[in-house]
């Protein structure tokens, strides 16, 4: 058979004109889908520089409907809605995602985060706590242990708590000891009948942790152990001296009711000669004054606590004892003197700010561990 090579030749500028209209139709294509997604993303990004969410929102919910395959799109929006506090439309966005049969694994676990976080900001504990429970064993397992954590003490389940607690710690997330124990002792607070033993376990958790033992000296108070408790409170000048000024009245009233006046000044004074609180020196007072020392005595142990702290306080204390030249006003002026010292005998939180007549573990305000010193305001 004979091969005309004619056609061959023929062949290939119709091969090459045929390549070249369909690389103009590609690049023409492209350049039109360009033109379209990008310019609203863009736009997007840009009302999102100058904080103008609602422009923000409009922008990218054009660009989505155009390009409605781009995930990442579709998680930008779904941020804004959230930080907007538009809850709902944030898990819809985020469902959308989850939902799609080609999102990557690595998408998905992205999209299942930020719906967990969508939940936890509207306060759906529940859904959160179950949409966090599906990231174990992903890149996210970190992040969302810490968050179930947080559901978990705000809804004080410590149970679960510690149990998330402990597997952050085996994960080598830092150490988790001094929450273990506030968990334990909170347990110990809602089981009267179990107590004990969790006292014991959270002293054994953290040894250097303050709560478990002024816990524990309380609940052996209550049973009529005085002399146990006594001695359980002491301990803490060895194993939580900066505690002291916590438990000082409680070891003074425990001291009288135990009969060992002597031991509880000798620990006391201990306590005050390191860091002079004013609760550690009136609860000095309490117990020496049942020694016959003298009201003089007692005002001049104040003067020479002003050598040392600067205290409105302990002026007031000092001042209300004294004989004034003109005692008729010494009534007004002793109100007008504890009335301005009555802000300094709070407590503040060292995290947020919060203060607050009594001392907490747990912070109030912004739920921080441990962040409220033993010591009053006026002595920070």
Known sequence: MDFDLSWILLGFPIAFVLGWLASRFDFRQLRVENRLAPKAYFKGLNFLLNEQQDQAIDAFIEAVQKDPDTSELHFALGNLFRRRGEYERAVRVHEHLLSRGDLSAADRDRAQHALALDFLKAGLLDRAETALRKLEGTAFEARSRLALLAIYERSRDWADASEIAHKLEAAGQGSFSGRQSHYLCEQAAAKPDKALDLLQQATAVAPQAPRPRIDMGILQEKAGQHDEALNTLLALMEHAPAAMPLVADRIATL??????????????????????????????????????????????RYLQHLDREQSLVAATRWIAGEKLEHEEFHPQIQRALDHAANPLKRYRCAACGFEAKQHFWQCPGCQAWDSYPARRVEEL
């Open 255 to 300: 001291a009288v009711e135990a009969g060992r006046i002597p031991d509880a000044l000798a620990v006391l004074e201990a306590s005050y000669a390191h860091t002079a609180s004013l609760d550690v020196l009136e609860a000095i007072l309490k117990l020496q004054l049942r020694s016959n020392v003298s009201m003089t005595d007692v005002r001049l």
